[in-house]
């Protein structure tokens, strides 16, 4: 008897070590179940759009996008080779369903890298702790999406995912939150509306008028994720140094050096595109917009009104460091007009050799000096 109840117990063994091994899965994340979360964070805020609401801000959009591309050509420089596409209006909800087939898609990559570097066999330990793993991230991603649902107001979806570099990215406009700040500014809808345009706008022209840049930040994006996901070895000690460290963005302080490397080739991007945009956005509003420049420093300061745990999410998941590219950027942009003009400053869409690293978006006279140099070798040679 006791050598047929050890039998049954060893096989009972085996089969929920097998049943714990096929729950595991290799999923990092389960993409409903971050769906599910999120929406039910969005409560009542997650309301579908009507018909009628929807239709008439697409037409408004639509009729603006025709006014703004003339005047962002002016202040680029440069023509788009087609019009912008027909923008999508969403509601709060879509705009997570749009998202999180982008994330989905870049976490294959992250699953991909893990797998491949996988070299010894599962065990009932490491499956049980990816179950945990899963849905510590599930609810993370779920709340973090949720809270940017209420927040982001344009999006020019750059299509990184695309597999052709023929498919064009499209202008998204959350139209739910562009309301809900217009009210809060006390601005009329259709100047904000025209405002949030006008900046997804230039990020449209920067990518569809240099077809180059899209493959360029994909594949930045790319390295950025894969090396992340590549060497992970001594992150809780890392992470530990990070918390009492000193000195950068606590993200950049828990990174690898390779981590870190590709990380700000990432955030040079970044600033750059974000910088120039702005700049362009202000010299083309002045056309469009009467009293632009006083819309803009009140959108602005909404910024020094967000409150204290609006700070920590941003500061804990890294998007604090989105403002600073607007400010670095914009800097950059500035002084290299100043110092050279336009004809100078645009030779930073030339290819990726002309684009500015880090050092350089925070001390523009050595890009200066380095585009210079490198021209006149050309001359030269």
């Known amino acids: 008897m006791g050598i047929v109840a050890g039998g049954l117990l060893a096989v009972g063994a085996s089969v929920a070590q097998r049943e714990l091994l096929r729950r595991a899965g290799t999923r990092l994340i389960d993409w409903e179940a971050v769906r ?40 680029i420089g440069a023509e788009l080779p087609k019009a912008l596409e027909t923008p999508a209006v969403l509601d709060r909800v879509e705009w997570i369903d749009l998202n999180l087939a982008t994330f989905e898609q870049l976490f294959g ?81 259709d100047e904000f509306r025209t405002f949030i345009a006008l900046h997804e706008a230039t990020h449209a022209f920067e990518f569809e008028a240099y077809p180059w840049l899209r493959d360029h930040f994909a594949a930045a994006v790319a390295e950025s994720i894969e090396e992340l996901a590549a060497d992970s070895g001594g992150l809780a000690k890392r992470l530990r140094a990070a918390v009492v460290g000193r000195g950068g963005h606590w993200l950049e302080r828990v990174m ?26 202000n010299e083309a509003g002045e056309r469009l917009l009467p009293g632009f420049a006083a819309l803009h420093d009140r959108f602005e300061r909404r910024n020094e009104a967000r409150g204290a745990l609006e700070r920590a999410i941003m500061r804990l998941t890294g998007l604090d460091l989105k403002m600073e590219q607007y400010v670095a950027g914009e800097r950059f942009v500035t002084m290299v007009l100043a110092e050279r003009g336009r004809p100078f400053l645009n030779q930073v869409w030339s290819g990726p050799a002309q684009l500015p690293d880090l050092a350089e978006i925070r001390h523009p006279a050595r890009w200066i000096v380095r585009i210079e140099g490198s021209t006149q070798v050309e001359v030269s040679s």
């Open 109 to 189: 990559r992250v699953e991909q890298v893990i797998s491949d570097d996988a070299t010894t066999a599962d065990t009932p330990g490491r499956a049980l702790a990816r179950i945990l793993n899963r849905a510590l991230g599930n609810q993370q991603l779920g709340l973090l999406l949720a809270f940017l649902a209420r927040k982001v107001l344009g999006q020019y979806d750059v299509s990184l995912l695309a597999t052709s570099s023929a498919v064009r990215g499209r202008l998204n406009f959350v139209e739910p939150n562009i309301a809900a700040s217009a009210a809060n500014l006390g601005v009329p809808l």
């Open 36 to 75: 599910q979360i999120a929406r039910r964070r969005l409560g009542a805020a997650g309301a579908s759009l009507s018909d009628r609401d929807r239709s008439e801000a697409e037409a408004f959009y639509r009729q603006t996008l025709l006014r703004i591309e003339p005047a962002v050509a002016a202040a």
């Open 256 to 281: 690898t050096p390779r981590q870190l490397a590709s990380f700000r080739r990432t955030q040079a991007l970044m600033s750059l595109l974000e910088g120039y945009s702005n700049h362009v956005m």
